[in-house]
């Protein structure tokens, strides 16, 4: 079921403009290095002149939370339950914690019948233990469902599922979430469905209408936390990325409309490093958009994708930093921006090192701090964003 075009001619309009100056930025931009060694990225010149002085070493946290916001990470079982200095880190620098994988459906549900808590109830704790808020990462996806699914699940049982499982674990959760990404990554308009809807099992059985139903279970479990849509591909000033801009604010504003119970965007932000078509203008636009809205934002999954850089480390560390403090600088002029996790906090436990391997086999470096949990220029980057940003 389609849901009425609400989005102004003045917002189109806008966007228009912005990818006009858009052009000329990357346009403008000098390559000072040989082609072949870099071969797509246009503010190299621009990094190696940069400064990341931070003054101190205060933690991440605790130089967002004196800005009002909130910084932490996402981490996962697995290397916070064996790794001790890993651990200590994470509570080091961050404010709030988002188990990676431990609360998606294919690791909560084993079978139909049961829900398995336990990886995620470690992680809750290790929260409360170090004073960390804790966050749920998601209740709705269209990816990565248990096996099982597509056998169980049809049009007949498909709003049962779905309602049972958000009841189930938000109330396993209740008073102890900060926000939860109620629905993920529901917008994918290369799948040609009507209003730039994700194809989605949800999608083929209960209608478009599975995203306001599934906020409205999850507020009645657990009227406290703040409700997130999370989505990814928002940052950039490409076709794909301004029909997803485009078709979320339209999803925003028909949930507002109806009387939704949803509080943020969530923007994921996996940047690409060697991308050269980021328009600051039409994203803080964009922000401004949303916030006109009511919602809040968070950025959910910051992290810098090294996988096209050069090799040398020195250089990839920069351009990683230089990334970080263009997005951070933009996101957090906007005062609507509560918080910034980034995807990960070492790059010894990233998944970029999966799915976005180098083709030099070099170790991926897209985190603030190195595998041996050292600091990096990224780390400088977005503590200096921190101490820049206006305060909340
Ligand atoms: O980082 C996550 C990786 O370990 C998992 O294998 C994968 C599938 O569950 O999900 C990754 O996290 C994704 C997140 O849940 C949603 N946005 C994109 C993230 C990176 O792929």
């Given at each position: 079921?389609?849901?009425?075009?609400?989005?102004?001619?003045?917002?189109?309009?806008?966007l228009?403009?912005?990818?006009?100056?858009?052009?000329?930025?990357?346009?403008?931009?000098?390559?000072?290095?040989?082609?072949?060694?870099i071969?797509?990225?246009?503010?190299?010149?621009?990094?190696?002149?940069?400064?990341?002085?931070?003054?101190?070493?205060?933690?991440?946290?605790?130089?967002?939370?004196?800005?009002?916001?909130?910084?932490?990470?996402?981490?996962?079982y697995?290397?916070?339950?064996?790794?001790?200095?890993?651990?200590?880190?994470?509570?080091?620098?961050?404010?709030?914690?988002?188990?990676?994988?431990?609360?998606?459906?294919?690791?909560l549900?084993?079978?139909?019948?049961?829900?398995?808590?336990?990886?995620?109830?470690?992680?809750?704790?290790?929260?409360?233990?170090?004073?960390?808020?804790?966050?749920?990462?998601n209740?709705?996806?269209?990816q990565?469902?248990?096996?099982?699914?597509?056998?169980?699940?049809?049009?007949?049982?498909?709003?049962?599922?779905?309602?049972?499982?958000?009841?189930?674990?938000?109330?396993?959760?209740?008073?102890?979430?900060?926000?939860?990404?109620?629905?993920?990554?529901?917008?994918?308009?290369?799948?040609g469905?009507?209003?730039?809807?994700?194809?989605?099992?949800?999608?083929?059985?209960?209608?478009?209408?599975?995203?306001?139903l599934?906020?409205?279970?999850?507020?009645?479990?657990?009227?406290?936390?703040?409700?997130?849509?999370?989505?990814?591909?928002?940052?950039?000033?490409?076709?794909?990325?301004?029909?997803?801009?485009?078709?979320?604010?339209?999803?925003?504003?028909?949930?507002?409309?109806?009387?939704?119970?949803?509080?943020?965007?969530?923007m994921?932000?996996?940047?690409?490093?060697?991308?050269?078509?980021?328009?600051?203008?039409?994203?803080?636009?964009?922000?401004?958009?949303v916030?006109?809205?009511?919602?809040?934002?968070m950025?959910?999954?910051?992290?810098?994708?090294?996988?096209?850089?050069?090799?040398?480390?020195?250089?990839?560390?920069?351009?990683?930093?230089?990334?970080?403090?263009?997005?951070?600088?933009?996101?957090?002029?906007?005062?609507?921006?509560?918080?910034?996790?980034?995807?990960?906090?070492s790059?010894r436990?990233?998944?970029?090192?999966?799915?976005?391997?180098?083709?030099?086999?070099?170790?991926?470096?897209?985190?603030?701090?190195?595998?041996?949990?050292k600091?990096?220029?990224?780390?400088?980057?977005?503590?200096?964003?921190?101490?820049?940003?206006?305060?909340?």
């Amino acid at each position: 079921m389609a849901y009425k075009r609400l989005i102004s001619r003045r917002h189109i309009m806008r966007l228009g403009l912005a990818t006009l100056s858009g052009i000329g930025v990357v346009l403008g931009a000098k390559k000072i290095y040989p082609r072949q060694q870099i071969s797509s990225f246009s503010n190299q010149e621009k990094n190696l002149r940069r400064d990341f002085t931070v003054s101190g070493k205060t933690p991440l946290r605790n130089r967002a939370a004196s800005k009002g916001l909130i910084y932490g990470a996402a981490g996962n079982y697995p290397a916070l339950s064996s790794d001790e200095a890993f651990k200590k880190r994470f509570a080091q620098e961050c404010g709030i914690l988002v188990p990676e994988n431990e609360l998606k459906w294919d690791t909560l549900r084993p079978t139909p019948y049961i829900f398995d808590f336990s990886k995620g109830d470690w992680l809750a704790q290790f929260a409360q233990r170090n004073n960390m808020l804790f966050r749920g990462h998601n209740l709705v996806w269209n990816q990565f469902m248990p096996e099982w699914f597509k056998e169980v699940v049809n049009r007949q049982n498909a709003e049962k599922f779905l309602v049972e499982h958000i009841t189930t674990v938000t109330k396993h959760y209740v008073g102890q979430m900060h926000s939860w990404d109620v629905v993920n990554e529901g917008i994918d308009p290369n799948h040609g469905n009507p209003d730039g809807l994700a194809n989605s099992p949800w999608l083929d059985f209960l209608g478009a209408d599975y995203i306001e139903l599934a906020f409205r279970v999850a507020a009645q479990s657990d009227p406290k936390a703040l409700l997130v849509y999370n989505e990814g591909g928002l940052k950039y000033d490409t076709p794909e990325h301004e029909a997803r801009r485009t078709a979320v604010l339209k999803l925003l504003e028909h949930l507002k409309s109806r009387g939704t119970p949803i509080h943020a965007l969530g923007m994921e932000s996996h940047i690409l490093a060697h991308e050269t078509r980021f328009n600051p203008k039409k994203l803080r636009t964009f922000l401004s958009d949303v916030a006109s809205l009511g919602l809040k934002i968070m950025i959910t999954e910051l992290d810098v994708i090294d996988q096209k850089l050069p090799a040398d480390p020195t250089l990839r560390d920069r351009i990683v930093a230089g990334a970080y403090q263009d997005f951070l600088s933009v996101v957090l002029d906007e005062k609507a921006t509560i918080a910034v996790l980034t995807w990960g906090l070492s790059d010894r436990y990233t998944w970029i090192s999966r799915f976005n391997s180098r083709s030099d086999a070099a170790t991926v470096r897209p985190l603030p701090l190195d595998s041996d949990f050292k600091p990096k220029l990224g780390w400088n980057a977005i503590a200096s964003s921190f101490d820049k940003a206006p305060k909340r």
